[in-house]
């Protein structure tokens, strides 16, 4: 059974970095070694997924996981090539009881969220909110090479539309976090 570092606090940033390409055993600090199978007791995991980039070298790098965790109480992680759907409930503008959502769902509670590779190496996060207000998220991104999930700037979503947020670089996967609904458009600056 493999084993992987897990984080079973708030301060899920880090929880997922485990599943980075190049991650060793214990590297990421305050988390509790549990296995994927204890981990996704806890949390909603997806099962067999499959991470196909091309790293900054031009090199092809193909994994697949056999379980990985997706939708968390801190928030979601999006690995590259995957959409992720999942619903929320609005509680005084912050998003929580977050639980994945394969088909069907309630449109109007559904976020979904893509990370794709373009043809250049950059990568795309494309996330759909449903909610009449704009969205924030706290993001962190993992690179390819790394093992960390790392701080990124992030824009607030339009209400009932779409975000994309770009970078130049190869990213293994983006942790959607602290997501939030923003009482008006006033607050709609990139931090």
């Known amino acids: 059974m493999r084993r992987w570092p897990f984080a079973l606090s708030l301060s899920a940033l880090a ?15 305050d988390v509790k070694d549990v296995s994927s199978t204890q981990a996704c007791a806890e949390v909603q995991c997806v099962r067999d997924i499959h991470v196909r980039l091309t790293d ?3 090199k092809p790098f193909e994994r697949t996981y056999a379980m990985v965790p997706v939708v968390q109480p801190a928030g979601v992680s999006i690995y590259a090539g995957q959409t992720v759907r999942f ?22 509670r559904t976020i979904e969220a893509r990370l794709e590779q373009l043809p250049d190496g950059g990568m795309m996060l494309t996330t759909r909110n449903p909610f ?40 293994f996967q983006v942790f959607l976090g602290d997501l939030s609904l923003l009482p008006d458009s006033s607050g709609m600056r990139c931090e």
């Open 15 to 29: 929880a997922c970095a485990s599943n980075a390409p190049h991650a060793a055993a214990g590297a990421t600090p």
């Open 56 to 58: 900054k070298d031009g």
């Open 87 to 108: 619903e929320a409930d609005d509680s005084n503008g912050q998003l929580v009881n977050l639980r994945r959502v394969e088909s069907g769902g309630d449109p109007a």
């Open 132 to 171: 009449p207000r704009p969205l924030k998220i706290r993001m962190g991104m993992m690179l390819l090479d790394s093992d960390r999930l790392l701080k990124t700037t992030s824009c607030p979503v339009i209400p009932n539309g779409s975000g994309f947020e770009h970078w130049p670089h190869p990213i």
